[in-house]
């Protein structure tokens, strides 16, 4: 699951965006922990998502602070790669790479529709919103570049 745009905090870090995974609670944990110990270097999020935040789709080079279920700082991660592509063209590099366990396509795929068609996703979105293979996504690979806690 992509990072949420926004604010990032720490007093050296301030200006840098905050990388929010998931909504706070056990998925979150769990992406934060595979960005710490080096399984995750990939994440998907909806491009709707950045438009309906007025947010722009970030860039190769860009460095985010990736934060905690607490809201708190625990990382700082560096894009190295972002493409903007349908849904059904993700292929199982980058699945593999978010580095939730997904060993095929179809894996991760129902995962992330689980996520997108669940009851916080459609709280933010409506009861209507679904995703299929048209759908823009943004794909994002990083790197760690430091671990904050």
């Given at each position: 699951?992509?990072?949420?745009?926004?604010?990032?905090?720490?007093?050296?870090?301030?200006?840098?965006?905050?990388?929010?995974?998931?909504?706070?609670?056990?998925?979150?944990?769990?992406?934060?922990?595979?960005?710490?110990?080096?399984?995750?270097?990939?994440?998907?999020?909806?491009l709707i998502?950045?438009?309906?935040?007025?947010?722009?789709?970030?860039?190769?080079?860009?460095?985010?602070?990736?934060?905690?279920?607490?809201?708190?700082?625990?990382?700082?991660i560096e894009?190295?790669?972002?493409?903007?592509?349908?849904?059904?063209?993700?292929?199982?590099?980058?699945?593999?790479?978010?580095?939730?366990?997904?060993?095929?396509?179809?894996?991760?795929?129902?995962?992330?529709?689980?996520?997108?068609?669940?009851?916080?996703?459609?709280?933010?979105?409506?009861?209507?919103?679904?995703?299929?293979?048209?759908?823009?996504?943004?794909m994002e690979?990083?790197?760690?570049?430091?671990?904050?806690?």
């Amino acid at each position: 699951m992509a990072p949420t745009p926004g604010r990032g905090g720490g007093a050296e870090f301030a200006e840098l965006p905050k990388a929010e995974f998931a909504f706070p609670g056990a998925l979150r944990d769990q992406l934060v922990g595979a960005i710490l110990d080096g399984r995750k270097t990939t994440t998907t999020g909806l491009l709707i998502e950045y438009e309906l935040e007025g947010s722009a789709v970030p860039e190769a080079g860009d460095r985010c602070v990736v934060v905690d279920s607490r809201d708190q700082p625990v990382a700082v991660i560096e894009l190295t790669e972002v493409r903007v592509a349908p849904l059904g063209t993700v292929d199982l590099v980058h699945c593999v790479d978010e580095g939730e366990g997904h060993r095929t396509v179809e894996e991760w795929r129902r995962a992330h529709e689980d996520f997108w068609h669940g009851p916080d996703v459609r709280a933010e979105r409506g009861s209507e919103f679904s995703v299929d293979d048209e759908t823009p996504v943004v794909m994002e690979r990083f790197r760690l570049i430091r671990r904050l806690s």
